[in-house]
């Protein structure tokens, strides 16, 4: 399995929803990461976990929880999401580094609009 | 601190010419670079990498790439565009460490 999978691919939710994003992978890989994706922009990494603690936070705002379960698993819980959350966000995982193989394996991204 | 300059925002070639797109990197150590390709509405899919063997580097889909020390660019080429190839591309640098830097992109259109 050579796949990063994500869930939903599409969620509308209101500004007092809370909802959660769902990224698997089964590759082995120990870093996995949230990016937020405005229209022709780059990705913009919001989180960053590796061995399933969280190494890297970017001043993400709160209403955004990432969560990381397990070596295979990482969640995005929303609440409280403002209309300029409307974005695609994207998980990746990578290989532990030293393994040869070091770079990042995209999900497909869930496309999310706060309304 | 790591950075990556992608000199051109869009590019646009004709069906079947050549196409370049250019990439520059600041890095304080050996990196690895990436170019990723996306199409609309898609994730990331990988075209090649740089880990510090060849410095002439076969992707995915005819794409090549030339890692230039002297010159720190890592420019994507192909010797005759499809109308496929029509994504946004972005060149990543990454150094020691888990944290990926991305260029801002490069939009190429081919025209029929």
């Known amino acids: 399995d050579t796949e990063v999978t994500q869930t939903p691919k599409h969620l509308v939710m209101g500004m007092t929803n809370k909802k959660s994003l769902k990224c698997e992978q089964h590759?082995?890989?120990?870093?996995m990461y949230w990016y937020k994706q405005k229209a022709k922009k780059p990705p913009e990494l919001m989180f960053v976990y590796s061995y399933e603690k969280l190494s890297i936070n970017e001043s993400v705002p709160s209403r955004f929880s990432p969560e990381c379960p397990n070596s295979s698993l990482l969640n995005l819980h929303l609440h409280a999401l403002q209309p300029e959350d409307s974005a695609l966000y994207l998980c990746?995982?990578?290989?532990?580094?030293?393994?040869?193989?070091?770079?990042?394996?995209f999900g497909p991204g869930t496309r999310l609009t706060v309304l | 601190a790591q950075s990556v300059t992608q000199l051109d925002s869009h590019v646009s070639v004709s069906e079947g010419t050549p196409v370049l797109l250019r990439c520059n990197y600041s890095?304080?150590?050996?990196?690895?670079l990436f170019w990723y390709v996306q199409h609309p509405n898609k994730g990331l899919q990988l075209l090649l990498k740089?880990?510090?063997?060849?410095?002439l580097v076969k992707g995915i889909n005819g794409f090549e790439a030339e890692f230039k020390k002297s010159e720190t660019s890592f420019h994507l080429t192909k010797p005759s565009a499809h109308m496929s190839d029509a994504a946004e591309y972005f060149c990543?640098?990454?150094?020691?460490?888990?944290?990926?830097?991305f260029g801002p992109g490069t939009r190429l259109s081919v025209l029929p």
């Open positions: 990746a995982s990578s290989p532990p580094l030293g393994s040869g193989n070091n770079e990042q394996f």
């Open positions: 990543v640098v990454r150094n020691y460490g888990q944290n990926f830097v």
């Open positions: 890095s304080s150590y050996s990196p690895s």
């Open positions: 590759m082995g890989h120990r870093a």
């Open positions: 740089y880990t510090s063997a060849a410095t």
